[in-house]
């Protein structure tokens, strides 16, 4: 079975500039998440799709962040423009039951210079 | 989970000693509870969960994880490590609120197995 497909896995751009993420869930998962992971802190939560609805983006700053799940399969996450914090691992995840274990894909690391 | 701690940022054990890596959590509704590894440029994998149950979990690579629901603990052992242990270990918390699964990770304990 193939694992949860990220790319690109590094990314390196000037503030203000804009970026795309994309993500490819394992097949038959409905529930996609988008993490943002800084150096030395824990994966935080910025989206979840349930199939190609948005069911919690609470904590994507939406003036900057936009993410989309169109067909309810492959996923793509869009900075624009993007700031200095925002230099960050990005992961994506899958679950097949809503609430239960998640698998990651390899993340892309982002640099904002 | 309105919060995950994981109280030791970084644990240093000899190889095949045992360790305990801590987890605390704190929600006043059930949750699931999961812990994962996470190894340089990679992302992060199960090593054990707790849906329901039993409380003593048993997970890959040799490593379990006890639920506590009195104590909202959920710590993480090994009886004996060895040197390919060695990464980042993030517990997590699933809860419903308001409709919604919310999951929250802690923010990780870096284990060093040294030889």
């Known amino acids: 079975e193939a694992g949860v497909a990220q790319s690109p896995r590094y990314k390196i751009i000037e503030k203000r500039q804009s970026v795309a993420f994309w993500c490819n869930p394992i097949?038959?998962?409905?529930?996609l998440y988008w993490y943002q992971q800084i150096l030395g802190q824990g994966p935080k939560l910025l989206i979840q799709?349930?199939?190609?609805?948005?069911?919690?983006d609470s904590q994507l700053p939406k003036d900057r962040f936009s993410a989309e799940r169109l067909k309810g399969v492959d996923s793509t996450l869009k900075i624009q423009p993007a700031k200095l914090e925002d230099s960050a691992v990005y992961l994506c995840?899958?679950?097949?039951?809503?609430?239960?274990?998640?698998?990651f894909g390899p993340g892309t690391r982002l640099t904002v210079t | 989970a309105q919060s995950v701690t994981q109280l030791d940022s970084q644990v240093p054990v000899f190889e095949e000693a045992p360790v305990e890596l801590r987890c605390n959590y704190s929600?006043?509704?059930?949750?699931?509870l999961f812990w994962y590894v996470q190894y340089p440029n990679q992302g992060l994998q199960l090593l054990l969960k707790?849906?329901?149950?039993?409380?003593l979990v048993k997970g890959i690579n040799g490593f379990e994880a006890e639920f506590n629901k009195s104590q909202t603990s959920f710590h993480l052992r090994k009886p004996s490590v060895h040197i390919s242990d060695t990464a980042e270990y993030f517990c997590?918390?699933?809860?419903?609120?308001?409709?919604?699964?919310?999951?929250?990770f802690g923010t990780g304990t870096r284990l060093k197995v040294l030889a």
């Open positions: 097949s038959g998962h409905a529930t």
């Open positions: 929600s006043s509704v059930s949750v699931y």
């Open positions: 997590a918390v699933s809860e419903l609120f308001s409709g919604t699964y919310k999951y929250i």
């Open positions: 799709f349930q199939n190609n609805g948005v069911v919690d």
């Open positions: 995840a899958s679950s097949l039951v809503w609430g239960y274990e998640q698998y």
């Open positions: 707790y849906l329901s149950g039993s409380t």
